[in-house]
């Protein structure tokens, strides 16, 4: 391989894993909504897609970075999935009907209003946020003066990236060491054994529909420097969420970061060597894959390893 | 089952375009909504055969549908032929087709089935966007050649097409693989212990609910005369109002797809004329699909006794 090709896998292995560090953001939210709830939220996207919005209105008037407005969306996003959960999933829990993939198809209907909302507000027009670091970025060469090859590492992605990284260190203590993530987990695994053990299962649902939509508002902030917004632009992100939730394995938190940096590393080989448009492409090729072969995701493969020592 | 009220319904369809002799109405402009109108019947049925018998929810047949409206493009483009062959062709490439996304995503259960569905559309989507030299890609294919000017003789073959899928979901509804169905959607372990041999019977209700929805898609590229991936392999203006018409009308009922068409094409038609209204149509659509699945889960025709309560005050429940 000749040091121009070196360059170019590097690269793209690079942007593939700051990519993925997102996308695993993207995924935690959704898959600790499916651990808790039992219920693929195909409205995921578009509530990212609100928390873009709120990081592009504070932009736009008052000026804010958008890594700051993540402490004005997270709040908001929170509260619109507590009430999202409390006024429309739940009565559609207690429904009796004879398909039981009504709460999927509820989860549809709620995307597609937030959609249509956004374009009637904002029109479709495509936005960036001109943030005047967007096209900075650290140079291999600057710090190894004559290395044989070129790298660089974007600066907006990567403070988003590590961001994502401080998000998902967070959320593990949150749900590995306090009360209320035990509580949580313990309603994942077995929700009329928490309910025994003295746990308000309702409240924890609620709570965790807000929470996975305030990831993916964090998420939504994260992306808007380095992202052009429209209002149709989270069905894409909804998909992605899915892919990575069965990729990871359903409820893992751990295989969702697993899952996201996958998908994005693969993402970003299949935009290099085979073209831009056939990126989406490789993702659902992967996603079908792991449905036939691996269904219980990555983490059946952890759980598999643990036991067999 | 009786037919009268069947061929009732068939005969006063059959005398609509007659709306050309009444003055002062846009003929041609209602035509086109009868059409659509008896299109997404069609759609309907067919996802109703497949999610609302059988129990495995497609969100999906945006794949078929498109899938059908290619091959009579693509007969047209590249073989010179009457796109109207499409409609023929479309069985044996439809069929194919259904039979090996059933393959893979056959073996899977309930939501994951459901995921695995969008996923083929979506697929199937960007495959036709970027196979540029075999579809076209985003220029789409545009049918030269209209067959007729006038709209009457398209609503006479959609109608007709309608009728004897009707017929056809009734006949299955009614033989012992309609039982079959059924009981696999109620529960699959309980079929499969009683020897139903669940996997093939998916199979079978998923390639003949795919054929029908071919069929949709081959008559909309004869009627439109053009197709591109991003209109027939639309993830929401094909396979959620697919589940969307069904939903509204009834699922697993016999009229549920056929009155849920009515109220969603001529609602999405009505909403659209109204100044300003005009573009929030997917917020209403949605936030009526959030109302019917919280209020009335089994559609319009299945909770009717429900809402003809509603409908008359006074009497208690």
Redesign the interface.
């Known amino acids: 391989m000749s040091a121009a090709k070196i360059e170019v896998l590097l690269q793209t292995l690079i942007s593939g894993l700051l990519l993925g560090g997102l996308y695993a953001l993207i995924g935690l939210g959704m898959t600790i909504i499916m651990g808790v709830m039992k219920i693929i939220n195909l409205a995921h996207g578009e509530l990212m897609m609100v928390g873009m919005y709120v990081a592009y209105l504070l932009f736009a008037w008052a000026h804010i970075d958008p890594y700051l407005s993540i402490l004005v969306a997270v709040p908001l996003l929170f509260f619109l999935g507590v009430a999202l959960q409390k006024y429309l999933v739940n009565p559609v829990l207690k429904v009796d009907a004879i398909l039981p993939e009504n709460q999927v198809i509820l989860t549809v209907g709620i995307g597609m209003v937030l959609a249509n909302l956004a374009t009637i507000i904002f029109k479709s027009d495509y936005r960036t946020t001109p943030v005047d670091y967007a096209t900075k970025a650290w140079y291999l060469t600057d710090l190894w003066k004559d290395s044989p090859i070129e790298l660089s590492l974007s600066f907006p992605w990567t403070v988003s990236f590590l961001f994502a990284v401080g998000i998902t260190a967070a959320l593990w203590f949150f749900l590995s060491r306090t009360d209320m993530g035990k509580s949580i987990r313990a309603t994942a695994q077995d929700k009329d054994a928490a309910m025994l053990m003295g746990v308000n299962v309702e409240r924890m649902r609620v709570f965790t529909f807000g929470l996975g939509s305030a990831l993916v508002g964090a998420a939504g902030c994260l992306f808007l420097p380095i992202y052009y917004l429209y209002p149709d632009v989270g069905g894409q992100f909804t998909l992605t969420g899915f892919v990575i939730t069965i990729l990871g394995g359903l409820g893992s938190t751990v295989g969702a970061i697993i899952g996201g940096l996958i998908l994005g590393v693969f993402e970003s080989l299949t935009a290099t060597y085979v073209g831009m448009g056939w990126a989406p492409v490789g993702r659902f090729v992967v996603f079908m894959l792991v449905l036939v072969f691996v269904p219980g995701g990555v983490a059946s493969l952890l759980r598999r390893r643990r036991f067999g020592k | 089952m009786t037919y009268r009220k069947p061929l009732l319904i068939l005969a006063l369809l059959a005398v609509l375009p007659l709306i050309r002799a009444v003055p002062g109405v846009n003929a041609n402009y209602w035509l086109h909504n009868f059409i659509l109108v008896v299109m997404w019947t069609i759609i309907g049925m067919s996802w109703n055969l497949l999610?609302?018998y059988c129990?495995q929810?497609s969100?999906g047949h945006a794949a078929f549908f498109g899938i059908g409206a290619y091959t009579s493009g693509l007969l047209y483009v590249k073989f010179g032929l009457s796109a109207w062959w499409g409609m023929l062709a479309s069985i044996p490439v439809v069929g194919a087709a259904a039979l090996l996304i059933g393959f893979?995503c056959l073996?899977?259960r309930?939501?994951?089935f459901?995921?695995?569905t969008?996923?083929v559309g979506?697929?199937l989507r960007?495959?036709a966007?970027?196979l540029t030299g075999f579809t076209g890609g985003d220029m789409g294919i545009m049918i030269r050649e209209r067959t007729w000017v006038e709209k009457t003789w398209y609503y006479y073959i959609i109608l007709a097409l309608a009728a004897g899928t009707f017929w056809f979901v009734d006949r299955i509804i009614a033989s012992k693989l309609g039982y079959y169905f059924v009981a696999i959607?109620e529960d699959q372990d309980a079929a499969e212990s009683l020897g139903i041999d669940t996997t093939r019977y998916k199979t079978i209700a998923l390639v003949l609910s795919a054929v029908l929805c071919g069929f949709a898609g081959a008559f909309y590229t004869n009627y439109m005369g053009y197709i591109d991936p991003k209109v027939v392999f639309a993830?929401?203006d094909i396979s959620?109002m697919a589940?969307m018409v069904v939903?509204v009308g009834g699922?697993?009922t016999r009229w549920g797809p056929v009155l849920g068409a009515v109220i969603m094409i001529l609602m999405a038609e009505i909403i659209r004329t109204i100044p300003k209204v005009g573009?929030?149509?997917?917020?209403l659509?949605?936030?009526l699909?959030?109302v019917v699945?919280?209020f009335l889960?089994?559609g319009v025709v299945?909770d009717a006794a429900k809402l003809r309560r509603l409908l008359r005050p006074g009497r208690s429940a």
Do not use: D
């Open positions: 999610s609302g129990g929810v969100f893979v073996r899977l309930g939501p994951f459901a995921l695995a969008i996923a979506v697929i960007i495959v966007e970027n959607r993830l929401h959620v589940i939903m699922v697993a573009t929030a149509h997917h917020t659509f949605g936030v699909l959030i699945i919280i889960p089994n299945g």
